[in-house]
């Protein structure tokens, strides 16, 4: 039973996640360390993930800023890298905490001032991409300022969330080799992948027909929403 439940809500994870167009970790992570330890939790987001991404390339495959893929994947991938190895050394649940208070002002700000923009600059987007990989790798979970940054720049909703999904496989797949190194991947992990595949692709089918269905600004402000309301979960997790 407590398997099912769990994997229900990975399904419902991965449609919020697509249409909020961060990805599902931000769920995934929160909803995983009440079930798993917090590095067995890690590794599952990961490789989750991955299987999240590739279902968003293929249902996505025509809208993708090649731009901003190059400058903030790149800065994302070895920003990633470095989190997931400070994995070992820093307490997790305290980077957790400060990520939740980070995403909470940073929604809110953004959410009450609609018309405020990150300018579409390449040091804007290299920073970006190098905190979200960062925070990734540390806490499992970087979406949410990956997404607040792409929603700044005012991207069209199908070219935000393909441009999501490529940073992100090349960030997911570079932590999830990290964090087997270190042992994070346990037999579960494998023996789970069949169903986490099957979960992400239906999750993303779902997601896109429900984004199919939203106006831009009203896109726009759900993607913050749920950034904001993920803030509130994070905090929550990391006091618990």
Known sequence: MEIAIFFSLLLLAEV??????????????????????????????????????????????????????VQMGIPAVIGVV????LTVWVDGRAIGL??????????????????????????NALVGGSVSGFVAGLVGTGGAV?????????????????????????????RSVVYWGQGYLDARTWLYLPVLAAVSLVGSYFGKQILAQLDQSLFERIVLGLVFILGIVSVVVALR
């Open 98 to 123: 400060m990520l939740g208070v980070a995403l909470l002002l940073m929604s809110a700000f953004l959410f009450l001032l609609p018309n405020i923009r990150i300018h579409p600059t390449r040091g």
């Open 146 to 174: 990956r997404g607040a940054t792409l929603a700044a720049f005012g991207l069209d909703k199908n070219v935000f969330v393909a441009t999501s999904a490529w940073i992100d496989m090349g960030v997911d797949l570079s």
């Open 16 to 69: 919020l996640g697509t249409v909020g167009g961060f990805g599902s970790s931000m769920l995934v992570m929160p909803l995983a360390i009440w079930f798993l330890t917090f590095e067995q939790a890690l590794g599952l987001t990961a490789v989750f993930h991955v299987f999240s991404n590739g279902a968003k390339m293929i249902l996505f495959r025509k809208g993708m800023d090649r731009r901003l893929l």
């Open 82 to 85: 470095l989190g997931a190895r």
